[in-house]
């Protein structure tokens, strides 16, 4: 029996931070209006807030929008995942307004556990994963939520998973900061 059998995995507390522009930036864009520039389209009737986030895609591929509708897991959470998608950014944008979660960590080969970050997002705020970044699949707290998702669509795969074995991801409700 190896050493590594008989290790019991270690446990980790992710501690839920508020969805800030500067704290994201490592991993994305954060898409909300709040303290954003802008300036007046269609006759001074709209805001337009240009430029929030960029999509990019590897070559050969489209950018494409979809809805998805999600349910709520249960909590506490063990985190036993992340995925990237190597080959272009991915955007989430709530339709509904509801809060919900982003479980994220920086690029690199495989997810650093210590380096996993949790974040309460608003309803007003959207998220945009940098072309490569580790993140958990959506986090909803409300049945039936659902996102606006802009991605890539193109001939090869564009998700690939790491599955954590000797480290335990806890993400309860309660550690918010």
């Known amino acids: 029996m190896a ?24 991993f994305g864009d954060v898409i909300e209006t709040e303290n954003r520039d802008y300036f007046m389209i269609n006759n001074g009737s709209t805001r337009r807030y240009h430029k929030l986030a960029k999509a990019t895609i590897d070559n050969g591929s489209d950018v494409i929008m979809s809805i998805f509708e999600a ?12 995925e990237r998608h190597p080959k272009g950014s991915q955007a989430f944008i709530p339709l509904f307004k509801h809060q919900y ?5 920086p690029k690199d080969n495989e997810p650093n556990p210590a380096k996993i970050r949790a974040f309460i997002a608003s309803g007003d705020q959207g998220v945009n994963y940098h072309q490569g970044v580790w993140h958990h699949p959506v986090l909803v707290l409300k049945s039936k939520d ?11 795969s564009n998700c690939d998973e790491h599955f954590f074995e000797k480290v ?5 409700l309660t550690t918010f900061v």
């Open 146 to 156: 659902k996102f606006l998702v802009v991605d890539r669509s193109g001939e090869s």
């Open 3 to 26: 050493i590594a059998d008989v290790i019991e995995p270690i446990t980790q507390k992710l501690v839920i931070e508020p969805l800030t522009q500067a704290a994201f930036a490592e």
């Open 168 to 172: 335990v991801l806890a993400l309860d």
């Open 71 to 82: 349910e709520p897991l249960s909590y506490p959470l063990t985190i036993t995942m992340l």
């Open 101 to 105: 979660l982003v479980v994220v960590a």
